[in-house]
């Protein structure tokens, strides 16, 4: 018995001594960083045009900024045991919460964009509740996957597959009524919606019930379309952009069915990829540029990528993407060394929602998918945005003290 708690004490204490992952925090804050300063250099006609002092953004997000990078030190010293679920759960029943009472909250406490109100005015900042509601909805998935479904046979019927999936569908079916209904963000929903389906696939799930699940996706996702106006704006603003290059390639009868004439014109992806034309390989220079001049609006928040480009250029653009990726590579080795089963699934989901995020975003931008309105992870401009990534990471950081050391290799001598 005295053997037992010895052993256990021994590895408590190996868990606490064991550092997080250290290059994984210094790729997040070298983006941060960056944001901080494209926070400066993109905001220079919006601060003229509304009169703020032209620090105004660079001081809130350098704010923003140093407390995200304080959260994720603060949180890798941590034992992921004592955080983890906490924060998680919490989240996840927390601002699911807000954002069913944000519509009926009266006008002086929230923040209304595109026709829903989706941000919390508290002193001195706005909070939009979706951002962190993701870190608890990803929690929860991976903690009931583990619970419920992750060590159930794979070879079962699909009835009693969709039984046995059935209450996460209809806790993502209220998650959809919430952020696509109540708050009119259908890229969220997406952005959720592939998530659990990756997660479902870690967790032991058919093919067959991705085909059904599938299915039933894309209908959701028209139906979604269908009944909101300014969805079916976008999709037409996008069709107009590409038509004629899809069309080219399809048999001419195609032509008389898929043609739409007195299309919307694509303004801000024009001058997305005008921007990114202009940034060529090397960029204008940081502080330079035209079209973040009063022709592309939001450019420091959902078209960062752009302005970023026509500052620092292609090269830019590469550098950025591959720290961003090299972010998503260090969270997935995490995630395949570490033990825990909530914990391998939780981090897995994190680096989906790293990645989900900038793929939209990305292809947005550059007209290849419509517009979502999906912020950059840790480049765009915004507290909440940044708080929550840094928290996400934070939590990855903490995990990260738990992963089993890997196996040295060892080297076979042959005898002659």
């Given at each position: 018995?005295?053997?037992?708690?010895?052993?256990?004490?021994?590895?408590?204490?190996?868990?606490?001594?064991?550092?997080?992952?250290?290059?994984?925090?210094?790729?997040?804050?070298?983006?941060?960083?960056?944001?901080?300063?494209?926070?400066?250099?993109?905001?220079?006609?919006?601060?003229?045009?509304?009169?703020?002092?032209?620090?105004?953004?660079?001081?809130?997000?350098?704010?923003?900024?140093?407390?995200?990078?304080?959260?994720?030190?603060?949180?890798?010293?941590?034992?992921?045991?004592?955080?983890?679920?906490?924060?998680?759960?919490?989240?996840?029943?927390?601002?699911?919460?807000?954002?069913?009472?944000?519509?009926?909250?009266?006008?002086?406490?929230?923040?209304?964009?595109?026709?829903?109100?989706?941000?919390?005015?508290?002193?001195?900042?706005?909070?939009?509740?979706?951002?962190?509601?993701?870190?608890?909805?990803?929690?929860?998935?991976?903690?009931?996957?583990?619970?419920?479904?992750?060590?159930?046979?794979?070879?079962?019927?699909?009835?009693?597959?969709?039984?046995?999936?059935?209450?996460?569908?209809?806790?993502?079916?209220?998650?959809?009524?919430?952020?696509?209904?109540?708050?009119?963000?259908?890229?969220?929903?997406v952005l959720l919606a592939i998530i659990l389906v990756v997660l479902l696939i870690f967790a032991n799930r058919s093919f067959k019930i991705f085909l059904a699940l599938g299915m039933i996706g894309i209908a959701g996702i028209i139906g979604l379309i269908i009944v909101a106006p300014h969805r079916i704006?976008?999709?037409?603003?996008?069709?107009?952009?590409?038509?004629?290059?899809?069309?080219?390639?399809?048999?001419?009868?195609?032509?008389?069915?898929?043609?739409?004439?007195?299309?919307?014109?694509?303004?801000?992806?024009?001058?997305?990829?005008?921007?990114?034309?202009?940034?060529?390989?090397?960029?204008?220079?940081?502080?330079?540029?035209?079209?973040?001049?009063?022709?592309?609006?939001?450019?420091?928040?959902?078209?960062?990528?752009?302005?970023?480009?026509?500052?620092?250029?292609?090269?830019?653009?590469?550098?950025?993407?591959?720290?961003?990726?090299?972010?998503?590579?260090?969270?997935?080795?995490?995630?395949?060394?570490?033990?825990?089963?909530?914990?391998?699934?939780?981090?897995?989901?994190?680096?989906?929602?790293?990645?989900?995020?900038?793929?939209?975003?990305?292809?947005?931008?550059?007209?290849?998918?419509?517009?979502?309105?999906?912020?950059?992870p840790l480049l765009s401009y915004g507290g909440s945005s940044m708080l929550s990534m840094a928290i996400a990471i934070g939590l990855v950081l903490s995990i990260s003290k738990s992963v089993k050391d890997e196996e040295p290799i060892k080297k076979e001598v042959k005898r002659k």
């Amino acid at each position: 018995m005295y053997f037992n708690k010895t052993n256990i004490k021994s590895n408590n204490n190996q868990l606490n001594n064991k550092e997080a992952d250290y290059p994984l925090f210094i790729l997040v804050s070298v983006l941060i960083i960056s944001s901080i300063i494209f926070s400066y250099s993109l905001t220079i006609y919006t601060v003229e045009f509304f009169g703020y002092d032209q620090f105004h953004f660079f001081l809130r997000q350098g704010f923003v900024g140093l407390v995200a990078i304080f959260i994720m030190w603060y949180f890798s010293l941590i034992d992921p045991d004592k955080i983890v679920e906490k924060i998680g759960m919490s989240f996840f029943i927390v601002f699911f919460l807000l954002m069913i009472v944000m519509p009926f909250l009266p006008s002086f406490l929230v923040t209304e964009s595109g026709g829903a109100n989706r941000w919390l005015r508290l002193p001195g900042f706005s909070l939009a509740p979706v951002e962190f509601f993701k870190i608890g909805f990803i929690y929860f998935l991976s903690w009931s996957f583990h619970r419920k479904v992750i060590h159930k046979p794979k070879k079962i019927g699909l009835i009693e597959e969709v039984l046995l999936l059935a209450p996460y569908f209809f806790t993502f079916f209220i998650v959809v009524f919430v952020i696509a209904f109540l708050q009119k963000d259908l890229g969220q929903v997406v952005l959720l919606a592939i998530i659990l389906v990756v997660l479902l696939i870690f967790a032991n799930r058919s093919f067959k019930i991705f085909l059904a699940l599938g299915m039933i996706g894309i209908a959701g996702i028209i139906g979604l379309i269908i009944v909101a106006p300014h969805r079916i704006q976008r999709i037409h603003s996008w069709w107009a952009m590409v038509q004629d290059g899809i069309l080219s390639v399809l048999p001419s009868w195609a032509e008389t069915y898929l043609r739409i004439d007195d299309l919307p014109e694509p303004y801000q992806v024009s001058h997305s990829l005008n921007a990114i034309h202009n940034g060529g390989f090397f960029g204008q220079g940081v502080g330079l540029g035209d079209l973040k001049v009063g022709f592309l609006s939001e450019v420091h928040t959902d078209f960062v990528l752009a302005g970023i480009t026509e500052e620092i250029g292609l090269a830019g653009l590469m550098l950025f993407s591959t720290i961003l990726f090299l972010i998503i590579w260090r969270i997935f080795k995490i995630s395949r060394r570490v033990e825990n089963q909530i914990y391998h699934l939780f981090t897995l989901g994190i680096a989906l929602m790293i990645i989900i995020a900038f793929l939209i975003n990305s292809y947005g931008i550059s007209g290849m998918i419509p517009i979502k309105g999906i912020a950059v992870p840790l480049l765009s401009y915004g507290g909440s945005s940044m708080l929550s990534m840094a928290i996400a990471i934070g939590l990855v950081l903490s995990i990260s003290k738990s992963v089993k050391d890997e196996e040295p290799i060892k080297k076979e001598v042959k005898r002659k």
